[in-house]
């Protein structure tokens, strides 16, 4: 090292630093902090939002669902139930026809006067 | 490294104050950006505290933050047009009231001057008292690279400081 690389040395000797800079970085990092705190917090009410929401969204598909559901079994109650009034009704029109027949034949054999 | 060191955040501060504003300083020569830099060195530090291993890796850790930043804010300058020497003498001045002597003071000017890659390596060798290979890890650029900056940079120097400080430097 020569004489010119001393004096480089000396000349670039660290300067001290402005005496409000470590009280301005404590302000921020508090500020920083405090708004890291404030998102934080804003992300967890959106977060429980976003819960409710979608417990909502299930229970209303829930309630849909069954409600198709409740609406298609009662359809079928229905559908079984005129089936059945149809069945008897055939029953009773062929018993009817059975014994209609039965009187027919049974006057055809009768001898005629 | 101390196996339960945890790194205090007021405490870095404290021990590395000078350090990084002094790097900011002298990269941009503009004492309010540097005081800007040298707080989002130290806002990024507590940011990545967790990941500081030891007082060494912290200096170096910083040393390499500040460096950059400063690149990163001579860059943006650059891209604004605005020109560092002449701001320098014309906005920030010398204020001599910072400053040691007369032919440190013009020294500092003369750095201002030299290209930026030059700037680096000289302000790490001569303020930091790095050695090539260390400036070469700060900077993260190759050794010879480095070699090479601090050749020319300290050769541009010399004759600048001849022709203009001949009556200040010693041995000259």
């Known amino acids: 090292m020569d004489e010119f690389e001393r004096e480089l040395n000396e000349a670039f000797a660290r300067r001290p630093a402005p005496p409000s800079l470590k009280r301005r970085l404590i302000e921020r990092r508090a500020a920083e902090a405090r708004r890291q705190s404030k998102s934080e917090h804003a992300w967890l009410v959106s977060k429980q939002l976003a819960w409710q929401q979608l417990a ?14 409740w609406r298609i079994a009662l359809e079928r109650r229905r559908e079984e ?12 029109t062929s018993h009817a026809l059975d014994r209609m027949n039965a009187r027919l ?5 009768q001898p005629q006067d | 490294m101390a196996p339960d060191w945890q790194p205090d955040f007021e405490k870095l501060v404290d021990q590395h104050q000078s ?26 530090l507590d940011r990545s505290l967790a990941k500081i291993e030891s007082p060494a890796h ?28 002449v701001e320098m003498e014309d906005v920030h001045g010398i204020q001599s ?15 201002a001057t030299l290209p930026e890659p030059q700037r680096a390596a000289l302000v790490l060798r001569y303020q930091e008292d790095l050695t090539p290979e260390e400036i070469a890890s700060t900077l993260q650029a190759p050794l010879a690279t480095v070699k090479s900056h601090l050749q020319r940079g300290l050769k541009l120097l010399r004759s600048k400081a001849h022709s203009q400080l001949k009556d200040y430097v010693r041995g000259e």
């Open chain 2, 97 to 111: 009231e910072d400053r040691a002597t007369p032919i440190s003071a013009r020294l500092e000017q003369l750095l």
């Open chain 1, 56 to 69: 909502a969204a299930l229970l209303l598909a829930a309630l849909v669902t069954g409600g198709v559901e």
């Open chain 1, 81 to 92: 139930a005129a089936r059945q009034q149809v069945l008897t009704a055939l029953r009773i």
């Open chain 1, 105 to 109: 034949t049974a006057r055809r054999h």
């Open chain 2, 19 to 44: 350090m990084v504003f002094s790097l900011a300083l002298r990269m941009t020569a503009d004492r309010g950006l540097a005081e800007e830099i040298a707080q989002d060195v130290f806002m990024e």
């Open chain 2, 58 to 85: 912290a200096c170096f850790w910083l040393r390499k933050a500040a460096m950059h930043r400063s690149a990163d804010a001579l860059r943006r300058r650059k891209v604004r047009g605005i020109d560092l020497w």
